[in-house]
């Protein structure tokens, strides 16, 4: 069963965040806390308590030594970033010990990626990863998390990890997406088989780099970036070689 972060008072969280974070560090290495109840406010904290651009950090992450010969299977739906950065890389994806079954659709929603799920048969999957999200930015951050927690309790009926990027920045929708990324990152830590792909701080660091977007700042021009920054995540959390 899925595990979700307590709500938080916005009051206390905005007053003494600093005293929030040392408490929280303090209970989760000392007694192992798991949290309860169902969030019904997103004015959580971001309690990150190591550096989560790389997936370095072992709060988050539960390694599954694999032989040499495992190839993972992994099925990945999503919208139009998926769509530019997976459809028709089969072959890349084996270069790199990856096997991979893509569903992406342009301008679709977190809706309808769990509805995508009623097609994927138990077990055939070794994960399930989901690149969505944005297109959902009109909607409340309480909705967008419900559709997130729809499609990870869905996916975990399929699969035995899910995958989830985070959400990219995009100006109309900076707020909701810094608010839902600290969620997931919650999330993440309080279940071992849901991964969090850092894609947010992954698309800053290559703007720096010269990456472009789209006039409208919804979209890459290029998706190579998305693509590697997948292959890393499951090499690393396969331990494949």
Known sequence: MIQYPDK???TIVKAS???LLFICLFLVQNFNIVYSGYLKTLTIPS???KDTTKPENDIIWDIKKKSSKFIPYIKIIGHSWAVGAFKGQEEYFKMNGIIIDETSKVGTSIKWATQQLDSVAENKFDAIVLLSGINDYK???QEIADDFVKFMEKALTKAPVVFVFNIPYYEPAAEKIAIINDWLWEMSKL???IIVIDLYSEIEAQKKDGLEMSKDGLHLKNY??????LIYYIKYYYDIK
Do not use: A, G
């Open 224 to 229: 190579d970036c998305v693509m590697d920054l």
């Open 191 to 193: 279940n071992n088989e």
């Open 17 to 19: 965040i600093k005293f």
């Open 47 to 49: 309690i990150l308590l």
């Open 139 to 141: 909607n409340s951050v």
């Open 8 to 10: 938080y008072n916005k």
